[in-house]
């Protein structure tokens, strides 16, 4: 009688507990923090002739195309990408470092802003100095290495082996 008993009230209180989540779970609205329109550009300083990535949010608009425009690159349109609005661009070669606004455009009229910085490309006028290559003689030592390496690896191998083996070995 008292296991009936305690299965019973177990049932009841589950039953509560359902019935309460359900109800949350059903009413609730969900929390919104505010309008999320933004924009982000990475790398946000970058060589000129580097390529970028734009990644934005239009608030609830990110299942529309936005735009997106700079004097440093010209005319993008962002597409809806797993939640977000996303997109790439080649800043031009020729382009004079600075730092360039990006201007969002939401279909919605949202707008946001962030800054580009366009670097100055240095062109090397000549290789490192690395040496005059006076070490390197007419044959590698990496493949006497690699030859010694492994050899020392099995010959760790074998003992671990043997070692096992001795353990393993039954008594007399």
């Known amino acids: 009688m008292r296991g009936l008993l305690s299965h019973r009230a177990l049932a009841a209180v589950l039953t509560v507990l359902g019935l309460v989540g359900a109800f949350v779970f059903t009413t609730g609205t969900p929390a919104r923090a505010g309008t999320t329109v933004f924009i982000e550009v990475t790398p946000n300083s970058v060589q000129a002739g580097g390529r970028v990535?734009?990644?934005?949010?239009?608030?609830?608009n990110n299942d529309r195309q936005a735009q997106v425009t700079s004097d440093a690159f010209g005319r993008?349109?962002?597409?809806?990408?797993?939640?977000?609005?996303?997109?790439?661009v080649t800043v031009p070669n020729n382009k004079a470092p600075g730092d360039y606004p990006v201007?969002?455009?939401?279909?919605?009229g949202g707008s946001a802003q962030t800054m580009l910085?366009?670097?100055?490309?240095?062109?090397?006028?000549?290789?490192?100095a690395t040496g005059g290559g006076g070490t390197a003689g007419g044959r590698g030592g990496g493949s006497l290495l690699l030859v010694g390496g492994l050899a020392v690896v099995a010959v760790a191998a074998g003992f671990g082996a043997v070692g096992t083996r001795r353990r393993a070995a039954p008594r007399a």
């Open 117 to 128: 910085t366009v670097l100055q490309m240095a062109q090397p006028s000549k290789g490192p």
């Open 53 to 60: 990535n734009i990644r934005a949010s239009c608030d609830s």
């Open 103 to 108: 201007d969002l455009s939401c279909s919605n």
């Open 76 to 88: 993008v349109v962002l597409r809806p990408d797993n939640g977000f609005l996303t997109g790439a």
